[in-house]
């Protein structure tokens, strides 16, 4: 099973600022990897999938970088709705697996 | 709008029995293969199971073989989890999800419906 550590587990930041996100798999997934924003109490929401391409309706200021196994979310110019967990998930073997999350918090 | 609709979750007994429903529309669903993800309170996602467009090719976490039988009826546009012996574990919000491909990412989810299982 290949396991997706994302880090930090909590990131403060300031509205306006940049974050930035990681993510890291124990063997290479290639660029089947996927970013998900989560807000309480709502399902999930794809942000960017292939790793770098942005999903429909996705903003801009969301971009995605990696390859193999490293893999980064950033978020250009924080927006209050831009707060919220995001989540990695691979999607080049079985098991699907996902990353525990990093919480994106107002700093 | 593509949408899904989950039902089915309830508060089950260890041990008992529970068959999840999941309703498409607004998309071709026959054209896409469907996952059951589910999120214990407080956690990440987990992904539970996959088939395919066919129902040919059918994948489960190792937790769940043997004890969940995933199904599709592409005529009535819906996805099933069948989910049988359940343990306390299981207790989570299982949302059905659209994937873009077999390896594809996840682009439409339902809101999820919840499954309980406590004496």
């Known amino acids: 099973e290949i396991v997706l550590t994302q880090s930090p587990a909590t990131l403060s930041v300031s509205p306006g600022e940049r974050a930035t996100l990681s993510c890291r798999a124990s063997?290479?997934?290639?660029?089947?990897l996927a970013w998900y924003q989560q807000k309480p109490g709502q399902a999930p929401r794809l942000l960017i999938y292939g790793a770098s391409p942005r999903a429909t309706g996705i903003p801009a200021r969301f971009s995605g970088s990696g390859s193999g196994t490293e893999f980064t979310l950033t978020i250009s110019s924080l927006q209050s709705e831009d707060f919220a967990v995001y989540y990695c998930q691979q999607y080049n073997n079985w098991p699907r697996t996902f990353g525990q999350g990093t919480k994106l918090e107002i700093k | 709008e593509a949408q899904l609709v989950e039902s089915g979750g309830a508060l089950v007994q260890p041990g008992g029995s529970l068959r999840l429903s999941c309703t498409a529309s607004?998309?071709?669903?026959?054209?896409?293969?469907m996952n059951w993800v589910r999120q214990a309170p407080g956690k990440g996602p987990e992904w539970v199971s996959s088939i395919s467009t066919s129902s040919h090719t059918i994948y489960y976490t190792d937790s769940v073989k043997g004890r969940f039988t995933i199904s599709r009826d592409n005529a009535e546009e819906s996805l099933f989890l069948q989910m049988d012996s359940l343990t306390a574990d299981d207790t989570a919000l299982y949302y059905c999800?659209?994937?873009?491909?077999?390896?594809?990412?996840?682009?439409?989810w339902g809101q999820g419906t919840l499954v309980t299982v406590s004496s």
């Open positions: 607004g998309f071709t669903f026959s054209n896409f293969d």
């Open positions: 063997q290479s997934v290639s660029n089947h």
């Open positions: 999800a659209r994937a873009t491909g077999w390896y594809g990412s996840l682009d439409c």
